[in-house]
């Protein structure tokens, strides 16, 4: 039942006017209904996701996660930018699917006793008398102002060494162009700037006139943070590579600042355009800035760790996600797999890289992404793995989800007959009952074999995606392999001088109806070919249902992606 509280001399004003406006039945109602009575404080408990490197300054990252418990009421969410229009009508569409989650977040927090701060910036003249707005510029000034908690935030330290994961120099807008000259048209009939439209924000996040705030300056809210002795925040809204970043209130700020202050990534947009670097989903180039977020300024929730659901999603995004287990010593796979996947996964994939330890074998850190995973490769060579890691790996196998392995995958989880450390399992029928495979060693280091597709498959979509490109030297040794298991697709064989040719690449439906592709390629030199790109970026496609990309596509890609990444840099 909702209770009716004290509003202070603000509200009472505000009431005073909704009534002469509508009634007072109808005011009273609202004093009932719209401003409830404030929630006795109630922990918050959140799971933070960060990244760090996986030994003191490397290059790779491992995503890892901390349980915190935070008191309601040294809370606050800030709700950044979600401004009633935009100048990218693609950026207001996703504005109006966000803002109901965010809404239903906001209200969640309050009634558990946190503080919401509503930050249109730009739209204080639509406020002016409102409640809300009043409590902010009624607030006591700060004594502890931090150094230009006023000003945009291009960069904090931990940034500077980083390259900035897109480009975002024109602005960002991903509209199509015709459609984004007739929504100017309709702005400006509107009687609004058609660059910078916003009035106030979207109503479809409530401000509660007795408890909220409203401010676009840093320095107030900063002083509303310090007095109400508020030390967690909460950033939602948008753009997260522009505002939510940047703003005198945004993420920069506040940490440097040193509030314990973290992004909800999926409560946010991105102002990115896939015709830009790095040429890849605009849902992509969101996960990269959350992914610079979590490295260099802070780390990030999730909506439903409060809610109680699913995380939130955007329906266009229909990207699957995909996990690559890398853990092996001797191809620089946790370097070229990386890349590949920046180049060529971007449109179709969302990627999640877990790295083996740098200081325990037999330790690969994040395996639980497995649990959310649509498709996984695999690049493990001789590991065992804790006995609830195995455990989800076999879960999502006989689940019948897709399997991509490359290299040294076809032993990834064998011992050599060796026992596993304790707590440890090792899975040694692998090769066979996932990718139909019959590893038993490899020819000398110094004869690279010559690679050549199938004459047989050449209407198998992997195959077809290489095309004429097929035939290429390999660095790396030739595995032997044959035979092979009944039910494998050969599409590709390698060959030495006076033996016999052995299979480098094949599909394979598992007794679950899984698909698997395998290649037994993979040396870091093969990358180096646009003919061997294809036929790894051919055959994940293939085993996640999607239509592989040709030659030319996969060189084209390459091509703008590597210079874009210098301009970048």
């Known amino acids: 039942m909702k209770t009716r509280v004290p509003m202070g001399v603000e509200g009472r ?4 006017g909704a009534s002469t406006r509508m009634g007072w039945w109808m005011a009273w109602q609202l004093m009932v209904l719209v401003i409830p009575a404030a929630q006795a404080d109630q922990p918050l408990s959140w799971r933070l996701r960060f990244e760090q490197p996986t030994s003191p300054g490397a290059s790779r990252y491992h995503r890892l996660y901390r349980q915190e418990t935070w008191p309601a009421r040294q809370t606050a969410v800030i709700v950044c930018d979600m401004w009633d229009a935009h100048h990218s009508v693609n950026a207001v569409r996703r504005v109006v699917e966000l803002a109901p989650r965010i809404d239903g977040f906001c209200r969640a927090l309050r009634q558990r006793g946190a503080t919401v701060i509503h930050a249109p910036s730009s739209c204080m003249g639509a406020y002016e008398g409102h409640p809300a707005r009043v409590r902010a510029l009624g607030t006591p000034r700060a004594s502890d102002m931090p150094d230009d908690i006023g000003t945009w935030c291009d960069q904090i330290p931990g940034e500077e060494m980083a390259a900035y994961p897109l480009d975002q120099s024109d602005g960002g807008e991903d509209d199509d162009w015709e459609e984004h000259g007739r929504w100017a048209q309709r702005l400006e009939a509107d009687g609004r700037n058609p660059r910078a439209p916003w009035i106030r924000q979207t109503p479809a996040i409530a401000i509660d006139p007795g408890l909220d705030y409203i401010s676009d300056d840093g320095q107030e809210i900063w002083s509303i943070l310090q007095h109400r002795g508020i030390d967690n925040v909460i950033l939602v809204g948008v753009h997260t590579n522009m505002c939510v970043l940047g703003r005198p209130f945004g993420l920069r700020r506040l940490a440097a600042a040193g509030k314990n202050v973290v992004l909800a990534r ?3 947009d991105t102002m990115y355009d896939p015709r830009d670097w790095p040429y890849c989903n605009h849902f992509t180039g969101t996960d990269r800035i959350i ?14 760790q409060l809610l109680g659901d ?7 995004d229909r990207r699957l996600h995909l996990v690559m287990l890398i853990a092996e010593d001797e191809y620089q796979t946790a370097e070229t797999l990386p890349r590949f996947a920046e180049k060529h996964l971007g449109e179709h994939f969302s990627v999640s890289i877990c790295y083996g330890s740098d200081t325990q074998r037999h330790h690969i850190v994040g395996l639980e992404e497995i649990d959310r995973a649509d ?30 392995g490359i290299r040294t995958a076809s032993h990834a989880f064998s011992l050599r ?10 899975w040694d029928a692998w090769d066979a009952v996932v990718f139909g495979g019959n590893y038993t060693g490899h020819h000398a280091n110094d004869l690279h074999p010559s690679v050549m597709l199938a004459p047989l498959a050449a209407k198998h979509p992997i195959v077809a995606a290489v095309g004429d490109g097929g035939g ?8 032997k392999v044959s035979p092979l298991q009944p039910g494998t697709g050969v599409l590709a064989y390698g060959s030495l001088a006076d033996m016999p040719p052995e299979p480098v690449a094949w599909t394979f439906v598992r007794s679950d109806g899984g698909r698997s592709f395998y290649t037994s390629l993979g040396h870091a030199d093969d990358f180096d070919h ?3 790109e294809a036929l790894l970026s051919a055959g994940i496609h293939w085993a996640a249902g999607l239509s592989p990309h040709g030659i030319d596509a996969v060189r084209a890609q390459s091509q703008r992606f590597d210079q874009g990444a210098g301009r970048q840099r």
Do not use: N, Q
Not at 417 to 426: L, T
């Open 291 to 304: 992914r610079h977020i979590e490295r260099y300024v802070c780390p990030t929730i999730s909506s439903d």
């Open 472 to 479: 290429w030297t390999s660095s790396g040794s030739l595995y």
């Open 375 to 404: 498709a996984l490769l695999i690049s493990v060579r001789r590991r065992a793995l804790l006995s609830a890691d195995m455990e989800r790996l076999r879960r999502f196998v006989a689940a019948g989800k897709p399997v991509i």
């Open 310 to 316: 699913a995380p939130f999603r955007f329906r266009d």
């Open 266 to 268: 999926d409560l946010t």
């Open 417 to 426: 007959g060796a026992e596993p450390p304790p707590g440890h399992e090792v």
């Open 13 to 16: 004003r505000w009431l005073a």
């Open 530 to 532: 646009p003919e061997f």
